[in-house]
């Protein structure tokens, strides 16, 4: 996974949400959503707890919380069959 893949959380209290990935380690990736996890102090996942959406943000749509909310709404209200599948890997 790369840096600005949109992903789904399978588990945690995050679950069935989208969240952007904005870095990796070994065994993790750095996700953030710019409200409950901003990008100033991303959470950490397993890369086993995460489902890769198709989409990619732009590098402008992760400078700042408020481009990465907006950025994640609109994908959200567009991909609703997205969510559906979501949902259906747990």
């Known amino acids: 996974m790369r840096t600005g893949q949109i992903v ?19 065994k993790s990736l750095l996700v953030c959503d710019g409200k409950r996890y901003k990008l100033s102090k991303p959470k950490r996942k397993n890369k086993k707890h995460i ?3 198709l989409k990619t943000l732009e590098e402008q749509e992760l400078t700042t919380d408020k481009a990465l909310r907006r950025a994640l709404a609109v994908f959200r209200s567009n991909n609703d069959k997205e969510k559906s599948l979501c949902q259906k890997q747990i």
């Open 8 to 26: 789904c959380s399978l588990a945690g209290s995050d679950k069935n949400t989208f969240l952007v990935v904005v870095g990796t380690d070994d």
């Open 51 to 53: 489902a890769p959406m």
